[in-house]
C-alpha cells in the first residue's frame, strides 16, 4: 500500500517554528515530486512548497523567506520548516507526492498559530 503520513503539526505562538514531516512508503520515493499543501477555514487549498526530484524548490509568495522545504530520500521523508510563523498560516497542512499520472496525499496535519 502507498501511504504519505504527515507529523509534527501543533499549537505555537506568533514568531514561533515547526518543523513538519511526511513519511512515505510503497513508492519508489526518490522518483516523486513532492509538495505542501495547506486549507484554512473557508478558503480553498492552496500550494504552499514544492521540490521536484532534483531538488528544486517553489515557494508561495506568502511563506517565502520564511518556509524551507527539503526532502531526505534515504529516510523517504519531505520536510516543511516552518519559522516565523503568523496567525494567517493557521491551517491544516498535507503532503502530497507526484510522477506522471500518480498522485497521492497524506491525511494532513493541523497547524494552529496564536497571537
Known amino acids: 500500500q502507498v501511504q504519505f503520513v504527515e507529523s509534527g503539526g501543533g499549537l505555537v505562538q506568533a514568531g514561533g517554528s515547526l518543523r513538519l514531516s511526511c513519511a512515505a512508503s510503497?513508492?519508489?520515493?526518490?522518483?516523486?515530486?513532492l509538495a505542501w499543501y495547506r486549507q484554512a477555514p473557508g478558503k480553498e487549498r492552496e500550494l504552499v512548497a514544492s521540490?521536484?526530484?532534483?531538488?528544486?524548490?517553489t515557494y508561495a509568495d506568502s511563506v517565502k523567506g520564511r518556509f524551507t522545504i527539503s526532502r531526505d530520500n534515504a529516510k523517504n521523508t519531505v520536510y516543511l520548516q516552518m519559522n516565523s510563523l503568523k496567525p494567517g498560516d493557521t491551517a491544516v497542512y498535507y503532503c502530497?507526492?507526484?510522477?506522471?499520472?500518480?498522485?497521492?496525499w497524506g491525511q494532513g496535519t493541523q497547524v494552529t498559530v496564536s497571537s
Open positions: 521540490i521536484s526530484r532534483g531538488g528544486t524548490t
Open positions: 502530497n507526492g507526484a510522477l506522471n499520472l500518480y498522485e497521492y
Open positions: 510503497g513508492i519508489a520515493f526518490s522518483l516523486y515530486a
